[in-house]
């Protein structure tokens, strides 16, 4: 997602006339921004927290499996569901619908949480 959510950002760098000069301070691009760009950088900026959350309880959960502890085959699930839903906040913060982009951000954010409980719980249990 985080690959993703840069094709949008680079998008609005050009379309704000993008010049070489800009390399030397591209946060200052900011304000040439349209309106769905500056969306575009803050959806960029919150892909980098959601995947420093989720990468981390991804790879528990491979090592947990792969140590024969038991988890729910729903983590598995959940695995693959949260950069969907990753994927589905990313344009609904494009096109501005903040209920969906909330209601995507709050069910990504309970699928990493699960799979932490899950993973903690199975190393726990042993």
């Not at 959510?5 to 304000?31: G, N, T």
């Not at 500056?38 to 990468?55: C, I, T, V």
């Not at 140590?67 to 501005?96: K, Q």
């Not at 951000?105 to 993973?119: H, R, T």
Request: glycine share 4%; proline share 4%.
């Amino acid at each position: 997602m985080v690959i993703l959510s840069i094709v949008p950002l680079y998008e609005a760098r050009f379309k704000a006339q993008f010049e070489m000069s800009d390399l030397s301070s591209l946060r200052a691009m900011f304000d040439r921004y349209l309106a769905w760009g500056k969306r575009a950088s803050w959806s960029q900026q919150n892909s980098f927290e959601s995947f420093s959350l989720h990468a981390p309880v991804a790879i528990l959960a491979i090592l947990v499996a792969m140590n024969g502890l038991p988890l729910p085959a729903f983590a598995v699930v959940v695995a693959f569901v949260h950069p969907i839903l990753r994927a589905a906040y990313l344009v609904s913060y494009l096109v501005n619908i903040s209920l969906l982009r909330s209601v995507c951000w709050v069910f990504a954010s309970l699928c990493s949480g699960f799979l932490y409980g899950v993973c903690l719980s199975a190393i726990i249990s042993t």
